[in-house]
């Protein structure tokens, strides 16, 4: 189960950044004198609501229902004392979702150390068989192929760094190809130094695009195709580049960031930053030693 101390931490956190936003939200957003809305206060809080949100995808739970009903209303009437029923909840979720995508961006997202590891992974929207009696993402959801089989649904690429920390991250429809989303600066806006891949973003144009960008592209070679030169370091690190699998099962099987149980396109958006932001907030994210590290494990062994 989830600490209170955790609990107390990301509230406050959420709480802190929602203080800010709604301040910057009320001075620079333009409003309609002719149809005033009414502004009445919800019994939970949008602070409330995006750090439940945030504490389903944090633990090890499978249903935001059996969550909400069985143990926030329960077992956490100290800390969310005026709830509301589940319909309602659920409608709330709707008013956080721009907030949760700021908030992933600002504060929860990590640094680039000049080592970063890119790959993608496949968001089924429902079973491969059934794509033709789907409706919620109608038009939406594309069919895709990935290292598992063909798939219905959207795909996450992730930027990772070498501390587990995510970089950055977009969510595409399941036909797009994994080097489309870095051919232009939105994904590795930020990253510099060297970018570590697999056989799927092969790509000579890519590779001279990338670098002009201040990015080093490094990934596997195909049979077919001619060996080059390859520094030790960097064959090393290749095969660190399960880091990210790792990262991408962590988010799959305990932040829950794959279900087939949507009904509704802008709730199946919040599910995936909510996760993003979950993963954020754990303790302990799976990494590796840095080149200089190896050395130095190596001195000390030799010593």
């Not at 939200?25 to 309609?32: S, T, V």
């Not at 929860?108 to 970063?116: P, Q, R, V």
């Not at 501390?163 to 969510?171: C, M, N, P, R, S």
């Amino acid at each position: 189960m989830i600490s209170d101390d955790k609990i107390t931490t990301i509230y406050f956190i959420v709480d802190e950044f929602f203080k800010e936003f709604n301040q910057v939200l009320k001075d620079y957003a333009l409003q309609d004198q002719k149809n005033k809305k009414r502004n009445r206060k919800s019994a939970l809080s949008e602070s409330e609501v995006m750090t439940i949100m945030i504490l389903f995808h944090y633990g090890a739970f499978k249903n935001l229902k059996h969550f909400y009903q069985g143990y926030v209303q329960r077992h956490m009437k100290d800390k969310f004392p005026f709830t509301v029923s589940y319909n309602r909840f659920v409608e709330l979720q709707k008013k956080v979702n721009v907030p949760m995508a700021v908030f992933l961006k600002m504060m929860c997202l990590g640094k680039c150390t000049g080592i970063s590891f890119i790959d993608s992974t496949p968001i089924r929207a429902c079973h491969i068989k059934r794509e033709k009696q789907h409706k919620t993402f109608k038009n939406i959801a594309q069919k895709g192929q990935c290292s598992l089989g063909w798939f219905y649904g959207f795909k996450l690429h992730l930027i990772i760094n070498d501390k587990g920390e995510i970089l950055d991250f977009i969510l595409t429809t399941g036909n797009v190809d994994d080097r489309e989303p870095l051919k232009s600066m939105d994904l590795h806006k930020w990253i510099f130094g060297k970018l570590f891949g697999d056989k799927g973003y092969i790509g000579k144009d890519l590779f001279e695009q990338l670098f002009i960008d201040g990015v080093h592209l490094i990934t596997k070679i195909k049979k077919n195709m001619k060996n080059s030169l390859m520094l030790l370091q960097d064959k090393i690190m290749l095969r660190k580049r399960a880091l990210i699998e790792s990262v991408n099962d962590e988010l799959k099987n305990i932040c829950q960031i794959e279900h087939t149980r949507h009904r509704s396109f802008d709730n199946f958006v919040l599910n995936i930053l909510s996760a993003l932001v979950a993963y954020s907030f754990f303790d302990k994210k799976p990494s590796i030693n840095t080149w200089s590290d190896i050395i130095d494990q190596d001195r000390l062994i030799a010593a």
